[in-house]
């Protein structure tokens, strides 16, 4: 679980974030947006944000008021090792506000696909459709050929199962999705043989509605330029779709934009905007995604200069996610990323991630952290979503504004397929209440009990329920309901 509390910003860290613009030669309006976006900030993210695991190649979406964020795991096959081959264990996190991300734990690995190898799991996209979560993952097959998979979920936040099948007839690496409309588009970047040269071509194609298969031929994108090399990311914006790609040969400016008007392009052609977005990452090559949330753009990608718990170094292939604002130009082109230590700022939810209050009612999975590996699922009969995988010690932590100190009843909408388990209440630091829940029949047999806590008035209150309990799993929640008594 990645749960972090935002860094307080004092002069100090402005002073060296301020050089660190300096030294990427970065001294215009750009680093004076970023500055004063930043200077009323009193919680920061930090960069990188996930520290937990070696999280690359992030690939970000904004479904339901969350954002989640999708990412490889670089695992070498020793501590020496220089290749990708060892990459393997796809992870996704969430967060509600930007700074506390929430890790819900592995969601596919290579030893799930039938038809591929071991290792060699790079960097994945995410769809959603309807009520599926998709996710798209390049891997080679066991003749050693670069295929896209599919795997599903009920869930974004996973266990993803294969399809048991790679999209067939092409070939290539790091898929992405854009939805426009009730259209999805597949993105890859792929290669062709041109005079005995190997050349990086991105594609593009409509899939089916079952998400498993082309619609359409592949067609070469058009982009206005000639190096493109990987990590291609789509995105629309006012009418206008931005093409933007990843060049790693690059020596200063690893990430590049061009602008079409249709999801095929040609982008970057007569009439339209092109340049570059990112400069190169600290110690690695640039991966990005760029989503709109809360009202405010963000550019997310990897850095390889994070030095882990175990005194591990980063490298090209030891990265984790990093994320920096970005900004518009007024004739519409992206201005150069700005990228820092601090990170950005705490945001309240668009979705509703705002504090609820109580006496009111508490959605189970809008929790802002959790620990023992519990994930937000989509299951039968449940109010919207719940959490389960929740076993003995595991916690979920939420937000709360407590209107009146006093006693209040708190109501437990559950299921439990096991023998149930005990819930204990913590505001803050303190215990103030506890309940038994007793085994319902199944994960979708949903029951309600009820525990008395003392609570007391304040806003941004944490509110921690703590499980325990014999088994592999215990219970499934699906929310709370808090009255005064």
Request: proline share 4%.
């Amino acid at each position: 679980m990645v749960h972090r509390r935002g860094r307080l910003l004092t002069a100090a860290v402005s002073a060296v974030t301020v050089f660190g613009m300096a030294v990427a030669g970065i001294t215009s309006a750009d680093a004076e947006q970023q500055q004063a976006a930043m200077a009323t900030a009193e919680v920061a993210s930090g960069n990188p944000i996930v520290t937990n695991i070696r999280g690359a190649d992030p690939d970000v979406h904004v479904w339901d008021g969350r954002v989640w964020m999708y990412t490889s795991q670089d695992r070498p096959p020793i501590d020496t090792s220089t290749n990708y081959s060892g990459m393997d264990g796809y992870h996704v996190f969430s967060s509600t506000d930007m700074v506390n991300w929430t890790d819900h734990g592995e969601i596919l690995r290579s030893r799930d696909v039938s038809w591929g190898s071991r290792g060699y799991m790079w960097a994945p996209g995410a769809a959603r459709r309807g009520t599926t979560n998709y996710l798209f993952y390049p891997h080679k097959d066991r003749s050693g050929i670069w295929r896209i998979g599919v795997a599903t979920a009920n869930s974004p936040a996973g266990p993803f199962a294969d399809s048991g099948r790679h999209i067939p007839n092409i070939s290539g690496i790091d898929p992405m999705v854009l939805q426009d409309g009730s259209d999805y588009y597949l993105y890859w970047s792929g290669w062709k043989n041109e005079g005995g040269q190997t050349r990086h071509v991105p594609y593009v194609a409509k899939l089916m509605s079952n998400m498993a298969e082309l619609a359409e031929s592949p067609r070469v994108v058009s982009y206005g330029a000639t190096n493109h090399k990987e990590g291609i990311f789509v995105f629309k914006k006012a009418g206008t779709y931005y093409f933007t790609y990843t060049d790693w040969q690059g020596e200063s400016d690893q990430g590049f934009w061009a602008t079409g008007s249709s999801p095929y392009g040609p982008f970057g052609g007569a009439g339209q905007l092109k340049g570059a977005v990112g400069p190169s990452p600290a110690g690695a090559q640039d991966h990005h995604s760029i989503i709109r949330y809360a009202g405010t753009w963000y550019y997310f990608y990897h850095v390889g200069n994070y030095t882990n718990a175990a005194g591990e170094p980063g490298a090209g292939y030891r990265r984790n996610a990093s994320v920096d604002y970005l900004h518009f130009r007024a004739d519409g082109g992206l201005k150069k990323v700005v990228h820092t230590t601090t990170g950005v700022r705490q945001v309240a939810s668009p979705g509703g991630a705002n504090p609820p209050g109580v006496p009111g009612r508490i959605q189970a999975e809008d929790f802002t952290a959790q620990t023992g590996g519990v994930r937000i699922e989509t299951t039968a009969g449940a109010d919207g979503r719940s959490i389960g995988y929740v076993t003995d010690g595991s916690s979920v932590t939420y937000g709360v504004d407590v209107a009146a100190t006093g006693r209040h009843q708190v109501t437990f909408r559950y299921a439990s397929a096991a023998a149930g388990g005990r819930i204990s209440v913590r505001q803050g630091r303190t215990q103030v209440g506890a309940t038994t829940v007793a085994g319902t029949g199944g994960w979708t047999a949903w029951r309600s009990v009820t525990a008395d806590v003392d609570l007391q008035a304040g806003t941004r209150q944490r509110l921690t329920l703590t499980f325990e309990g014999d088994g592999d799993y215990l219970l499934n929640l699906d929310r709370l309901d808090v009255i005064r008594r």
